[in-house]
């Protein structure tokens, strides 16, 4: 089958690699129906981390159809139309009971092999997914594919790092850094009812989709956001800020934002080994500081009703739907943000 490998930084190739088959008796078998490049890909391909051994398939981001079954697999069958999160969970551990999926003692994240254990991913035409029934979610008809398939991650990411934020009536919150996760992240803020949700990219088109799904952009090429934010809260900062970006920048600007007492909700994903503030601000602003992985398994259910019933446009985020030939071309223009790329999409 076809599958888009990783070999070196900032090289990933499309390639024939041997179709997935059942390992386990709790392992399905899924033909992608679509894929997506998400900003976590971007760290892998850019070096910032490392570890992952050539020839794994990149992505953990899919929507598909079973086509095989493990003789343990009961609940799911051949045919169906399924959505992963982009780590698998046995759904009965200490972590998976407390609502922890993504630190499921038996979980293991798509698309990361290293030392020859792992998983392989999904940006390829079959994905094997251990722990089918208790990973993998089935979509009803009434979505479709794109918008059930960033139910998986990036839709409930934006949403878990809202509900770390405590974004609620009457609070004033700062997302910093309006991609895909950020937009997401602005929908679920407005959702569990933020007065007033600031976005703060540098990207013209990521801003204007911030403005459409109900935040506040600001350019912060062109504007300071800390004196916007300042006036926004009678001059003493965010409630809460959400870090969508992952870079010790984003986060130093983050924490300048929130207001004492404030909350910083981090889910980029950081790979340098300090904070961006010390112990002391920490302690001078009684922040509370919540981060982590998001448990993308409790939230795809309640999501795919909520997409369902079409609030907003969710799929106007995707800028790019390219053909799995061209995925290296896809990793390029996104993490470069070329023509006006917001999000990649993969068909099949
Ligand atoms: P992305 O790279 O498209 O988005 C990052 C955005 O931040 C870009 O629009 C960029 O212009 C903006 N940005 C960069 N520096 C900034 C700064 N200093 N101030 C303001 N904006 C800035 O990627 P994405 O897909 O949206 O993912 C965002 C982050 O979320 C990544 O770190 C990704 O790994 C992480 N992520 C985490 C989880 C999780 O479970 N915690 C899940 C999915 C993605
Ligand atoms: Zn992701």
Request: glycine share 10%; aromatic share 8%; hydrophobic share 40%.
């Amino acid at each position: 089958m076809k599958a888009l490998t990783f070999r070196a930084e900032r090289e990933v190739v499309v390639e024939n690699v041997a179709e997935p088959s059942i390992e386990c008796s709790t392992d399905v078998i899924v033909r992608t129906r679509t894929s997506a490049i998400c900003g976590s890909d971007l760290h892998v391909y850019l070096g910032r981390e490392k570890g992952i051994e050539p020839g794994t398939v990149m992505g953990h981001e899919f929507l598909g159809e079973i086509v095989e079954t493990g003789a343990a697999v009961k609940d799911l069958s051949p045919g169906d139309r399924v959505v992963s999160p982009f780590t698998t969970s046995c759904g009965r551990c200490f972590y998976c009971n407390r609502g922890l999926s993504c630190r499921c003692l038996e979980g293991q994240l798509f698309g990361w092999i290293e030392n020859d254990e792992g998983l392989h991913g999904a940006q390829s035409e079959y994905v094997r997914v251990p722990l089918a029934e208790t990973t993998l979610v089935r979509v009803p008809e009434s979505v479709d594919d794109e918008t059930a398939l960033f139910t998986g991650d990036i839709l409930a990411t934006g949403f878990f790092c809202a509900e770390m934020a405590e974004a609620g009536p009457g609070r004033t919150v700062a997302v910093v850094g309006c991609g895909p996760v950020g937009l997401f992240a602005v929908i679920g803020a407005r959702e569990r009812g933020a007065e007033t949700v600031l976005a703060i990219d540098v990207v013209p088109e990521r801003l204007a989709l911030a403005k459409r799904f109900g935040g506040e952009p600001i350019d912060a090429s062109s504007t300071d956001p800390l004196p916007v934010v300042k006036e926004r809260t009678d001059g003493r900062g965010a409630d809460a800020a959400l870090e969508a970006v992952g870079s010790p920048e984003a986060a130093r600007l983050a924490i300048d934002l929130i207001r004492p007492g404030g909350i910083l909700s981090v889910v980029g994903v950081h790979t340098e080994s300090r904070f961006a503030f010390s112990p002391v601000e920490a302690y001078d602003k009684n922040l509370t500081y919540r981060t982590g992985r998001c448990p993308a398994r409790r939230f795809i259910a309640p999501l795919l009703s909520f997409v369902a019933r079409k609030k907003y446009d969710f799929r106007s985020i995707v800028s790019h739907r390219l053909p799995l030939s061209e995925g290296p071309r896809g990793y390029d223009l996104f993490h470069r943000r070329l023509e006006g790329c917001t999000k990649v999409v993969l068909t099949f």
